[in-house]
């Protein structure tokens, strides 16, 4: 576990700083996410936080609270709404505070402990990559809204493994049969070779690491990438990766 979180600390630091140098009078710019501002965001994130330390000690007891609402967009909002009659300076350290209650929380499970979440259960090192992922995601959202380009580092390579891993769930999703396995080979930041899938595939994605994760968080189109599918399956992969849980 401890690659994985120190590797999420640091993702959540780099935004966080990004987020001080922020003029305060910004944080009401509206995002590509939804229309939600840069508050909104960071709510967001923070909200998302304490079901994250709910379901790592408290068995996910809020996660049903879900299934109150008509679709998950009608949660997600509810869950940042506090943060609009919130300073920007109470928004992040309301993000701070749950996010380090994750960080410990994580800090005493073995990586195969299981945690449950509203997509399901998963092991804990996924748990805290799918964390990575959020704040990398909405990340990607500040920084546009303030037109700033972020910096794509090594640890876009957990990124690029969950979107690969969570394949089989994001073809179930889109109603999609998954029958060949998908390689995906990308190159991250300093030429580092990212490798998933097994190699005797004819089903084959290649592209750069950035391109790979922009696309499987919504942020991209693979038509706007340098992204090449080899297969059908691949193809659809392109068209239907999801890494957010």
Same mark, same amino acid.
């Given at each position: 576990?401890?690659?994985?979180?120190? #590797?999420?600390?640091?993702?959540?630091? =780099?935004?966080?700083?990004?987020?001080?140098?922020?003029?305060?009078?910004?944080?009401? $710019?509206?995002?590509?996410? +939804?229309?939600?501002?840069?508050?909104?965001?960071? @709510?967001?994130?923070?909200?998302?936080?304490?079901? %994250?330390?709910?379901?790592?000690?408290?068995?996910?007891?809020?996660?049903?609270?879900?299934?109150? =609402? #008509?679709?998950?967009?009608?949660?997600?909002?509810?869950?940042?709404?506090?943060?609009?009659?919130?300073?920007?300076?109470?928004?992040?350290?309301?993000? *701070?505070?749950?996010?380090? $209650?994750? !960080?410990?929380?994580?800090?005493?499970? @073995?990586?195969? /402990? *299981?945690?449950?979440?509203?997509?399901?259960?998963?092991?804990?090192?996924?748990?805290?990559?799918?964390?990575?992922?959020?704040?990398?995601?909405?990340?990607?959202?500040?920084?546009?809204?303030?037109?700033?380009?972020?910096?794509?580092?090594?640890?876009?390579?957990?990124?690029?493994?969950?979107?690969? $891993?969570?394949?089989?769930? %994001?073809?179930?999703?889109?109603?999609?049969? =998954?029958?060949?396995? !998908?390689?995906?080979?990308?190159?991250?930041?300093?030429? +580092?070779? =990212?490798?998933?899938?097994?190699? #005797?595939? /004819?089903?084959?994605? $290649?592209?750069?690491?950035?391109?790979?994760?922009? !696309?499987? !968080? *919504?942020? *991209? @189109? +693979? /038509? #706007?990438? @340098?992204?090449?599918?080899?297969?059908?399956?691949?193809?659809? +992969?392109?068209?239907?990766?999801?890494?957010?849980?």
């Amino acid at each position: 576990m401890r690659e994985i979180l120190s #590797d999420l600390v640091a993702e959540q630091q =780099y935004q966080d700083q990004f987020l001080q140098r922020t003029n305060i009078r910004d944080w009401k $710019k509206k995002t590509p996410s +939804a229309g939600w501002s840069i508050q909104d965001t960071v @709510s967001h994130l923070a909200s998302l936080e304490e079901y %994250a330390y709910n379901a790592l000690e408290e068995g996910g007891s809020r996660l049903a609270e879900a299934s109150q =609402y #008509d679709t998950f967009g009608e949660f997600t909002l509810a869950g940042l709404l506090p943060g609009r009659t919130m300073r920007p300076q109470d928004v992040i350290e309301w993000w *701070r505070e749950a996010r380090a $209650k994750v !960080v410990d929380s994580l800090s005493r499970k @073995s990586p195969s /402990d *299981r945690v449950p979440w509203f997509a399901g259960e998963m092991s804990a090192k996924t748990f805290a990559t799918a964390r990575l992922m959020e704040t990398w995601a909405h990340g990607l959202d500040i920084h546009t809204t303030m037109d700033a380009e972020p910096e794509d580092t090594p640890r876009l390579r957990h990124i690029a493994w969950l979107a690969w $891993k969570t394949l089989p769930h %994001a073809f179930a999703d889109a109603g999609q049969p =998954y029958e060949v396995p !998908v390689r995906v080979e990308v190159i991250g930041p300093a030429y +580092a070779k =990212y490798i998933f899938g097994p190699a #005797d595939t /004819d089903q084959l994605i $290649k592209g750069t690491a950035g391109d790979w994760c922009r !696309v499987a !968080v *919504r942020r *991209r @189109s +693979a /038509d #706007d990438t @340098s992204l090449k599918a080899q297969g059908q399956v691949a193809e659809m +992969a392109l068209k239907v990766v999801r890494a957010y849980l």
